[in-house]
Structures are given as C-alpha cells and as structure tokens.
C-alpha cells in the first residue's frame, strides 16, 4: 500500500522560511521516478490549489502567488519531494498536501501538513 508521509510545517511568523518534506512508502523507484510529484494547498473555506509542481523531467511549475518564493525540489532515490517556502506570509497558511501522479496509473495523497503564518 502506498504511503505519503508530509513533515516539516508548523508557525511560523510572516517573512520566515520553512520546508517542507514528503516522503512515499510501498511504491518502486521506476514507477515513482515516472511520476509527477506535487505539492497542493487548501486554506480554511477555499478549495485544494496545485502550489508547485515538478514532472518526472524535473519541469517545474507554481502557482503565481508563490513564483519567486516557493521551490520545489525531488530526490526520486530517497522517494522524496521538497518544498522549500521563504518569504511566508499570511495568506500562504494552510494545510499542505503532496501529491504523486502518472496519469490515470497512479494517484496518491499525503495526510496533509498544516502550516500557520502568524504574527
């Protein structure tokens, strides 16, 4: 059974940094390597956004309200993928969720990782 494991939120105060870390479990290095790992957020009231996005390529996207701030990263050997947050502010608290995608062949879901930017 595949298994995401998401760490490193917490509170933080605005202009901060933070990483976060997600990590798979019960899934093979060739399918995981093929896939498109991502990171999603979902605030209080709003609906689940894509906040960054990187293809098996290493192709990387974000959402606009994080271009320049957020960075993400994978190391497919260590079944990983990063999210590195500077500049936080109060508008980036949420919980966190990675995301491991091919296509229609797999789609898999961390439990989620609150992150709070409070002053």
């Known amino acids: 059974q595949v298994q995401l494991v998401e760490s490193g939120g917490g509170v933080v105060q605005p202009g901060e940094s933070l990483s976060l870390s997600c990590t798979a479990s019960g899934i093979d290095f060739t399918p995981l390597s093929m896939s498109t790992m991502a990171w999603y957020r979902q605030a209080p009231g709003k609906q689940r956004e894509l906040v960054a996005r990187?293809?098996?390529?290493?192709?990387?996207n974000y959402a606009d309200s994080v271009k320049g701030r957020f960075a993400i990263s994978r190391d497919n050997y260590k079944k990983t993928v990063y999210l590195k947050m500077n500049s936080l502010n109060t508008d980036d608290t949420a919980v966190y969720y990675c995301n491991i995608a091919r296509g229609t062949v797999l789609d898999y879901w961390g439990q989620g990782t609150q992150v709070t930017v409070s002053s």
């Open positions: 990187i293809t098996s390529a290493r192709n990387t």
